[in-house]
T-cell receptor
Framework: AQSVAQPEDQVNVAEGNPLTVKCTYS??????LFWYVQYPNRGLQFLLK??????LVKGSYGFEAEFNKSQTSFHLKKPSALVSDSALYFC?????????????FGKGTTLSVSS | DAGVTQSPTHLIKTRGQQVTLRCSPK?????VSWYQQALGQGPQFIFQ???????QRGNFPDRFSGHQFPNYSSELNVNALLLGDSALYLC?????????????FGQGTRLTVV
């Protein structure tokens, strides 16, 4: 079965420090991977995706993600965290076994950036 | 350009009742998906509509049904509500059926079943 795992429920970093939010995946075939962010009482906002090509993907708001096929990981990174980055982050993989384009989400990681 | 819009924002229903949630996709998008996000969990896929047909369905009972209209807007219907149906219901739209396309989400409808 296809799945994603976010091993950390919460990540705490100080403003200005680099941040990493971890994600590992399990799929049959080549994965299509996505990161979304959710602010309180809001829907999900798309940050970036990996389809193929360069293992380092750049996205919105200064975020980037590193795809590692051997470790089946797709970690979200940012060189310098902002307090406004505090939110709930979801990793997702596209379901390749079905006809449609459903996303399979991890349980989420809460990022808390302190000033 | 309006993004994905959902209505209503909040809803309180009694156990056993029926509810209808509505979604208008982002302009130009023809595919609509519905997700259920329980408190503290990631979104769970309910079903997807494309060309007014149910294209894919997740592991949800038949109490959950939907519809897509010719203008690509969509409805989610839930019958015989249970307390466990309390959740944030998210609508997402995308263009076509390409596996590479990102989905854009609405702000969600918070359903509380009492």
């Amino acid at each position: 079965a296809q799945s994603v795992a976010q091993p950390e429920d919460q990540v705490n970093v100080a403003e200005g420090n680099p941040l990493t939010v971890k994600c590992t995946y399990s799929v049959s075939g080549n994965p299509y991977l996505f990161w979304y962010v959710q602010y309180p009482n809001r829907g999900l906002q798309f940050l970036l995706k990996y389809i193929t090509g360069d293992n380092l993907v750049k996205g919105s708001y200064g975020f980037e993600a590193e795809f590692n096929k051997s470790q089946t990981s797709f970690h979200l990174k940012k060189p310098s965290a902002l307090v406004s980055d505090s939110a709930l982050y979801f990793c997702a993989v596209r379901d390749l076994n079905q006809a449609g384009t459903a996303l399979i989400f991890g349980k989420g990681t809460t990022l808390s950036v302190s000033s | 350009d309006a993004g994905v819009t959902q209505s209503p924002t909040h809803l309180i229903k009694t156990r056993g009742q029926q509810v209808t949630l509505r979604c208008s996709p982002k302009s130009g998008h023809d595919t609509v998906s519905w997700y259920q996000q329980a408190l503290g969990q990631g979104p769970q896929f309910i079903f997807q509509y494309y060309e007014e047909e149910e294209r894919q369905r997740g592991n949800f009972p038949d109490r959950f049904s939907g519809h897509q209209f010719p203008n690509y807007s969509s409805e989610l219907n839930v019958n015989a509500l249970l307390l466990g149906d309390s959740a944030l219901y998210l609508c997402a739209s995308s263009l076509g059926q390409a596996k590479t396309a990102e989905a854009f989400f609405g702000q969600g409808t918070r359903l509380t079943v009492v």
